[in-house]
């Protein structure tokens, strides 16, 4: 008896780790589950309305081992194409500290450590002339958190940036909920197909603009090892500007997709 209801625990968990690795946060990213050996690409095309900006992010996420996970991120502003630029690479490398599963539950933290690294300098045009900046890297550190039960995930991190010479100090926090409308129950022929609703309340902290709060709704759809996934940002507070007063609150549209292997 005891075996056999051992036996049935086993294969529910094994059921709940596929699902929570598809359960990933729009912004909250950092908390996606990676075995030793595993892969994750993703592509997120992100357009800045109010600045007129459209930036393409590309993140390759790779498993060391069950509890040791590296995260390369790299956004390549697109427009406005008079001012080219290439930001700075984040490497992160994501250790668990605790996790515990459970039949119908996972629990997991971590802690986050890793650099931003300058790769190129900003080109501003104007008329004929063209200056360029040079761009400065950070040191960073941070912890994520997932919980994870039922139809509900909740992913949290915090990520603080040290900046190099003349780059300024930032940090930024982000908490989503993923809602699974999609199936109510697996069936017992696996995961198939899910929707998720994702709700996510985030900031953004420098000593220029001080601490900017937005909210996301979104929607992901997975499909076997593809996920497709969009949605929305939504400043809720106005920026403040560098010469003095505020700027205008910005919205941002997210549009992308996952690849897990």
């Known amino acids: 008896m005891k075996l056999s209801k051992r036996i049935c625990q086993l294969g529910l968990i094994a059921t709940l780790i596929p699902a929570t690795l598809f359960g990933l946060g729009l912004r909250a990213f950092v908390a996606v589950p990676l075995a ?37 991120m790299a956004p390549a502003v697109v427009k406005p194409a ?3 630029s290439i930001s700075n690479v984040t490497v992160l490398y994501r250790r668990t500290l605790f996790q515990k599963d459970t ?23 104007s008329g004929n002339s063209a200056t360029t900046k040079n761009l400065y890297g950070a040191t960073d550190a941070g912890l994520v958190a997932t919980y994870f039960k039922g139809r509900n995930q909740f992913d949290v991190d915090y990520l603080y940036k040290v900046g190099e010479q003349s780059r300024i100090n930032s940090y930024q926090y982000d908490t989503s909920w993923q809602y699974r409308l999609s199936p109510a129950e697996f069936s017992e022929w696996g995961l198939g197909h899910m929707i998720n609703a994702v709700v996510e309340y985030s900031g953004r902290w420098n000593n220029v603009t001080e601490l900017v709060h937005q ?15 969009g949605g929305v940002v939504q400043d809720l507070n106005k920026p403040k500007a560098a010469g003095g007063g505020y700027g205008k609150k910005a919205t941002t549209y997210l549009l992308g997709f996952r690849l897990h292997l």
Request: charged share 20%.
């Open 36 to 72: 030793k050996g595993d892969w994750m690409l993703r592509e997120l095309y992100m357009n800045n309305d109010t600045a007129k900006m459209e930036v393409m992010m590309t993140a390759v996420g790779y498993g060391i081992t069950a509890k040791d996970m590296i995260m390369v």
């Open 82 to 84: 008079k001012n080219p």
């Open 103 to 125: 039949a119908d539950t996972t629990l997991r933290l971590g802690l986050l450590a890793g650099a931003d690294i300058a790769t190129s300098s900003t080109v501003t045009t």
């Open 215 to 229: 909210g996301t709704l979104g929607l992901q759809y997975v499909s076997g090892q593809l996920v497709v996934e």
